[in-house]
């Protein structure tokens, strides 16, 4: 068969065994469709599918396709994340910044910590730690991945639990806006090279002159040519952060965290991050499980990735029961709150694909913090539903 055929045979059972599994399962209340997917793609991985039929692995994902499933996926990711960069509100962070200040800083910094120390003790082993990476750089790796809050995916799960446009969504959004902005400040930080420091200053100079054209430009455009210009803008910025070692993914969010999303009709916004989600995300999911391995031992990840799990979800309820005591919430407020800012699944999966990409993580690392992400998305609705029933006054309070 050909390379063709064989490409669409490939995106066949990308978009067909997750939906199956999702509709005739009806798993929808503890695992969204885009969460089976990320678990479909673990289960077609060289772990689980190669490993049990290697022929017919080594026929359908062979190289020349695999090739061709990176393309498309690098492309998905770069505009989903573009988009994530265009929503944050960072207007309304500034408008309630001492509450957003306290309750973000808090979010991020009791997860991240708790995550270091797990980091630390990983240290002590071989075959967690990437090539390419010094310790100060895994070790502050794994613990942003523990922070992290998937901005894109809370936003669809506080839709199927209608408090999206309440004022309490509202304001759990302005505290993942603010924890997205270090999680990718993080990773630049991270992926400094002092090697290539000049490229990377003239890039983010270069980037904060063409920041300020862009804006005046888009401000003289209609609409219709914002969405066209955005595009090429995002394109620049990706081959630019990536040439300067920063990763296209860094690009790909500061395109869109320089831009106002008032600039584009929220209806069509929305309607393009579903659609990439619909059409071309399932294809960087499947990528992402082609890159799992268990060749430490399945037990060994699965531990590994259960205290991540462990120092993820409790550091952020843990920081969230001081924010609401300083903030003086109501009972159970932080707690709600914490269950919804713990959601991982895309932003962190993306997160940690860059680690691998620089070698500083392994496969193996890698593979226990997709499952601690699956772990974590899928507690969220479960856990968050029946703390809202009995919080149901909280979606009427004032932001």
């Not at 989600?277 to 294809?283: A, D, E, G, I, K």
């Not at 932080?334 to 999966?349: F, R």
Request: proline share 3%.
């Amino acid at each position: 068969m050909s390379t063709s055929e064989i490409f669409l045979i490939a995106m066949a059972i990308i978009f067909v065994v997750p939906y199956l599994i999702w509709r005739v399962g009806k798993t929808d209340y503890y695992a969204p469709l885009v969460v089976v997917q990320i678990i479909t793609g673990i289960l077609l991985g060289p772990g689980i599918l190669g490993a049990l039929y290697p022929h017919y692995y080594g026929f359908v994902f062979n190289t020349a396709v695999v090739q061709a499933l990176n393309g498309v996926a690098w492309w998905a990711v770069m505009v989903f994340v573009w988009i994530a960069g265009i929503e944050l509100d960072l207007q309304g962070v500034w408008a309630h910044r001492r509450e957003s200040g306290i309750t973000a800083g808090l979010a991020l910094g009791t997860p991240l910590w708790l995550g270091c120390m797990v980091a630390l003790g990983l240290l002590r082993f071989g075959g967690w730690v990437g090539a390419s990476a010094a310790p100060w750089q895994f070790v502050l790796g794994i613990g942003m991945a523990c922070a992290v809050t998937a901005l894109p995916i809370l936003i669809l799960l506080m839709e199927k639990l209608e408090i999206l446009r309440q004022p309490i969504g509202q304001r759990i959004l302005r505290y993942a806006s603010m924890d997205d902005i270090a999680i990718w400040g993080v990773l630049a930080l991270i992926l400094m090279d002092w090697q290539r420091i000049g490229k990377q200053f003239f890039f983010l100079l270069s980037f904060a002159v063409a920041s300020w054209l862009l804006r005046r430009l888009m401000l003289w455009l209609q609409e219709r040519d914002r969405w066209y210009v955005g595009l090429m803008w995002l394109l620049v910025c990706g081959l630019g952060a990536d040439w300067s070692g920063l990763h296209f993914m860094v690009g790909a969010f500061l395109a869109g965290a320089v831009m106002d999303r008032h600039w584009f009709d929220q209806s069509r916004m929305d309607m393009l991050r579903h659609n990439v989600l619909l059409v071309m995300m399932p294809v960087f999911f499947l990528s992402t499980g082609l890159r799992t391995n268990w060749t430490m031992g399945g037990s060994a990840v699965f531990l590994v990735a259960g205290v991540l799990l462990i120092a993820s979800v409790s550091g952020k309820l843990l920081g969230m029961r001081v924010a609401g005591r300083i903030l003086k919430w109501q009972p159970g407020e932080s707690s709600l709150i914490g269950w919804l800012l713990q959601t991982k699944a895309l932003i962190m999966i993306i997160f940690v694909n860059v680690l691998l990409d620089k070698k500083i993580i392994t496969n193996a690392t890698f593979t226990a913090l997709l499952l601690m992400a699956v772990g974590s998305t899928m507690l969220t609705i479960p856990i968050a539903n029946p703390k809202l029933i009995r919080l149901r006054a909280l979606i009427s309070k004032a932001a």
